[in-house]
C-alpha cells in the first residue's frame, strides 16, 4: 500500500476541506484518506501502486472544482527524499489584488449615496460594485451547482445576495457580499494566524546536518547521513540525528523536546536526541538512527498524525454542519413560501427574511474553530513534552477517572543496584554473587543487568548450559555441571524448595543450588523524584482511585504503594495477568480509565486501556507504539499537565459551540419576527467565525 501526501496550498475554507476529504475517500482505489486542515495536508493510502497517479489527477481535479484558488504540491517525492525548505505563499495572507478590489468596490458602494443617484444609475452603480467584489463567490457557487455539491457558504452568499437585488434592496445586497468578503479575508488572517502559532511549537526539524567525511566537515541533508556517520554540532545549532557523544562537553536546550526550561549537562558517552539546541560548546556525535526513525522525525509524525484521529465533538461538528445547511434552506423557502402563499404575507417581507435566514445559515464558526481548538491542544501538549496522538484521546483524557500505573520504570526510576546479599549453608556473599551472575548473564532485565554491574567481572560463558528463562518467575541454569536456579518465591514454591523469606521493598532475588535455598540477593528501585506529589496533583483534578500492578511480589509492591500514596496495588502479576486484572478494573469504573506504563511487557495493557500513557523517555518501542499518549520526560507530573490542557481544550471547544449556535439562533428568531437584518446576520456568520477562531488560539496556552 502507497501513500500520497498532498498539500493544498491555500486552503482556508474547512467546509470545503470537509467535502475534499469526502470526496478522496469516495475515488476508486483509495482506502483512507484524511485531510489536516491545520497543517493542510492531505494523506491517501492507496490500494494499489500503480493507482496513485490516476487518483493524485482526480484529487487535483475535485480541488480545482470546490477551491479553484488552491494549488496542489505533491509532497510524496519531496518527503521520500528529504523535507521540503519552500514556503509557499498561503492564501490566508492579505494580497494587494484582494484590497484593492475591496477598495473598489466599497468606493462604488457609496457612490450613490454621495451622488444622490437614482433609478437605472443607481441600479447599475450597484451592480458594478456587487460584480466587482462578488465574482469569485458567484464563480465558485455556479461550479458547484454544476458539480452536484451546491451547499456552500458561496452558494448560499449568491442566493441571498441576488434575492436581495430581486426584492430591490440593491444597498443590503451589495453591502453583505462587500463585508462577507471583508470577513472572509480576516477569516483567513485568523486562521492562518492560528496555524502559525501550533507551527512554531512544533519548529523543531533541524534543516541540515554537519557530516564529517575525510577529514572535512560538509553541510548536508539530515536523510543524506546514516547510522555510524559522525556529525558536527556546533554552539547554537538543533542536533540533527539521535547519536552518542564521541568528542566534547556541552549543555542541551531540550525544551522542545521534553519540555524542560533547565538545561541538561553532557559529555562523552552521553547519549542525545535530535531536536535538542547545543547551548555552548563543539559536539561530535557518532549517529545511531536515521533521521526517519530519530526522536524529532517521530515527534513530528505522531503531532501531524494526530488529526486523522478525531474527537467525537469533531465528527459530531462534521455531521452537524453537513445536514444543517441544507435544512436552513429549506426552512429558507418555506419562510417565503408558506406565509405568502397561505396566509397572504408581503412577498417582498418575507423573501427579505429567508435572504437574513441565507446568510447566516453557513456553519464556518464551528467547521473551523473546532479542528484548530483541539490541534491548539495537540500542539500546546506537543511543547511540554506530551505527545497525543489525536483528538479523540485529547478528548479522552476528560473523562478519566481511575489512573492504573505499572511499577519499575513509571512509579520507580527502574535503576536498580544490588543493595544486600544474604548468603546461607556455609557460602560466602561473593560465591552467592558470582553464582547469580552467571546464572544472569544472557538476561535482558533490568535486575540481571544490575547483578552483573555489581559482579563487574568477565563471566566465562563455557560454564553455562541449559539456560532457560521462565517469565515471571525466574531462570533454570546449569553452571558448572550443577543445577541453579534464580527468581522469586513462585519458582521455589513449584520446586517444593523451602525458602527463607526476605522483607524487603526492593526485589527480592532467591538463589539455589542442587535443591537448596543457598541465598538471596536484593535489588532495589528508586522512587521517581517528586511522584508522591504528583499523585497528589492527581487526584486534586479529580481522579478517584490510582491503581498499580506489578510483577514484582505483593510486599514489595504495597510497600511501594503506600510510600506513594495509591489506593491499590496487585502485585505478582504476569504481563497476562496484568490484562486480566486490568479488564477488572474497567468493569468496576465508571469513568475512562487510562493506563500509564513503559516497557515491552505493558503493551497488552495501553493497547487495552482508554487512554494508554507510555513513558517515553526511557520507554521501550513497542510501549510507544501501542499508547495513544507519550510523556517524553518520564514524569508522571506530565499527567496532570496533560489532563488540565485537555480540560482547557474542552472549554475553548465547548465556548466556541455556544457562542456560534448561540448568537446563529438568537439571530435566526430575530430574522423570523423581522427585527434583524442582513448586517446581524453578516456578523452573526463571518464576524462570530473570527471570534471563535482567535478564541482557539488559546488551547496553545500549556497549564503548569
Known amino acids: 500500500m502507497k501513500q500520497i501526501e498532498l498539500e493544498l496550498d491555500g486552503l482556508n475554507c474547512a467546509g470545503c476541506a470537509g467535502k475534499i476529504e469526502k470526496l478522496s475517500n469516495e475515488l476508486d482505489g483509495v482506502e483512507t484518506a484524511s485531510l489536516d486542515f491545520v497543517s493542510k495536508k492531505l494523506k491517501i493510502n492507496v490500494k494499489e501502486d500503480e493507482k496513485a497517479p490516476i487518483i493524485t489527477e482526480e484529487i487535483k481535479r475535485i480541488v480545482n472544482k470546490l477551491e479553484p484558488h488552491v494549488k496542489v504540491i505533491d509532497k510524496t517525492e519531496i518527503d521520500h527524499h528529504g523535507h521540503d525548505h519552500d514556503h509557499h505563499h498561503d492564501h490566508g495572507d492579505v494580497g494587494k489584488k484582494e484590497i484593492i478590489k475591496l477598495i473598489i468596490g466599497g468606493l462604488l458602494f457609496i457612490l450613490p449615496y454621495l451622488l444622490k443617484l437614482e433609478g437605472t444609475p ?84 533541524p534543516d541540515s546536518a554537519n557530516l564529517e567525511k575525510d577529514g572535512e566537515t560538509i553541510v548536508v541533508n539530515p536523510n543524506e547521513v546514516n547510522i555510524g556517520d559522525t556529525v558536527i554540532v556546533r554552539p547554537g545549532e538543533k542536533v ?289 523524584d517528586s511522584v508522591v506529589e504528583d499523585i497528589k496533583k492527581l487526584k486534586a483534578l479529580g481522579i478517584k482511585r490510582t491503581i498499580m500492578l506489578s510483577g514484582d511480589n505483593e510486599s514489595t509492591a504495597k510497600k511501594v504503594g503506600e510510600l506513594v500514596g495509591l489506593d491499590k496495588i496487585y502485585g505478582n502479576l504476569l504481563p497476562q495477568d496484568k490484562v486480566s486484572k486490568f479488564e477488572d478494573i474497567v468493569k468496576d469504573s465508571n469513568g475512562r480509565v487510562a493506563f500509564v506504563g513503559d516497557g515491552v511487557n505493558d503493551a497488552p495493557v495501553l493497547a487495552r486501556a482508554d487512554v494508554g500513557i507510555a513513558m517515553g523517555g526511557l520507554g521501550s518501542d513497542a510501549a510507544i507504539e501501542a499508547s495513544d499518549i507519550v510523556i517524553m520526560t518520564d514524569e508522571v507530573g506530565k499527567i496532570a499537565t496533560g489532563i488540565k490542557i485537555a480540560r482547557n481544550t474542552k472549554k475553548i471547544v465547548t465556548q466556541n459551540i455556544v457562542l456560534a449556535l448561540g448568537l446563529k439562533i438568537i439571530v435566526l428568531i430575530l430574522g423570523v419576527i423581522g427585527m434583524a437584518t442582513m448586517w446581524e446576520a453578516v456578523f452573526a456568520d463571518v464576524g462570530v467565525s473570527i471570534i471563535a477562531i482567535l478564541n482557539s488560539i488559546r488551547a496553545l496556552k500549556i497549564e503548569e
Not at 451546491?150 to 437585488?165: V, Y
Not at 496522538?389 to 520504570?409: H, M, Q, R, S, W
Not at 536498580?416 to 546479599?421: A, H, L, N, P, W
Open 122 to 205: 443607481r441600479l447599475m452603480v450597484y451592480a458594478l460594485s456587487y460584480v466587482i467584489v462578488g465574482y469569485e463567490v458567484i464563480l465558485i457557487a455556479v461550479k458547484n451547482i454544476m458539480a452536484g455539491i451546491p451547499f456552500d457558504e458561496n452558494f448560499l452568499m449568491t442566493i441571498a445576495t441576488i434575492g436581495a437585488f430581486i426584492i430591490g434592496e440593491y444597498p443590503e445586497g451589495v453591502a453583505v457580499m462587500l463585508f462577507y468578503q471583508v470577513g472572509e479575508m480576516f477569516q483567513g488572517m485568523a486562521v492562518n494566524h492560528s496555524r502559525k502559532s501550533i507551527s512554531s511549537l512544533l519548529d523543531i526539524r
Open 240 to 528: 540533527p540525528l539521535d547519536g552518542i557523544i564521541i568528542e566534547g562537553e556541552s549543555s542541551l536546550d531540550t525544551s522542545n523536546i521534553t519540555g524542560e526550561s533547565v538545561p541538561r549537562n553532557v559529555g562523552v558517552n552521553d547519549n542525545v536526541l535530535s531536536g535538542t539546541v547545543n547551548n555552548h560548546g563543539l559536539l561530535k556525535i557518532r549517529v545511531t538512527k536515521k533521521f526517519g526513525e530519530s526522536t524529532v522525525s517521530k515527534i513530528l509524525d505522531l503531532v501531524e498524525n494526530a488529526s486523522s484521529k478525531k474527537a467525537p465533538t469533531e465528527k459530531f461538528i462534521t455531521k452537524f454542519a453537513r445536514y444543517y445547511t441544507p435544512v436552513v434552506v429549506f426552512a429558507a423557502l418555506a419562510i417565503v413560501i408558506v406565509p405568502t402563499v397561505f396566509m397572504g404575507g408581503d412577498l417582498r417581507q418575507w423573501a427579505y427574511t429567508a435572504c437574513v435566514f441565507l446568510v447566516i445559515s453557513c456553519p464556518c464558526a464551528l467547521v473551523i474553530s473546532i479542528p484548530l481548538g483541539f490541534f491548539g491542544g495537540i500542539g500546546g501538549s506537543s511543547k511540554a513534552g506530551i505527545l497525543i496522538k489525536g483528538g479523540n484521546y485529547l478528548e479522552a483524557l476528560n473523562d478519566v477517572d481511575t489512573i492504573v500505573f505499572d511499577k519499575t520504570g513509571t512509579i520507580t526510576k527502574g535503576t536498580f543496584k544490588v543493595t544486600e546479599i544474604i548468603s546461607y549453608g556455609g557460602y560466602s556473599k561473593d560465591e552467592i554473587l558470582e553464582l547469580a551472575a552467571y546464572g544472569e548473564s544472557h538476561s535482558n532485565h533490568p535486575i540481571g543487568k544490575s547483578i552483573l554491574d555489581a559482579y563487574n567481572k568477565e563471566i566465562n560463558k563455557e560454564y553455562i548450559k541449559s539456560y532457560k528463562e521462565i517469565p515471571g518467575k525466574g531462570i533454570e541454569v546449569f553452571i558448572d555441571g550443577e543445577e541453579v536456579i534464580l527468581g522469586n518465591k513462585k519458582i521455589f514454591d513449584e520446586k517444593n524448595i523451602k525458602v527463607e523469606k526476605a522483607d524487603s521493598i526492593g526485589t527480592v532475588v532467591y538463589i539455589g543450588k542442587n535443591n537448596k535455598h543457598i541465598g538471596t540477593i536484593i535489588v532495589s528501585d528508586e522512587l521517581k
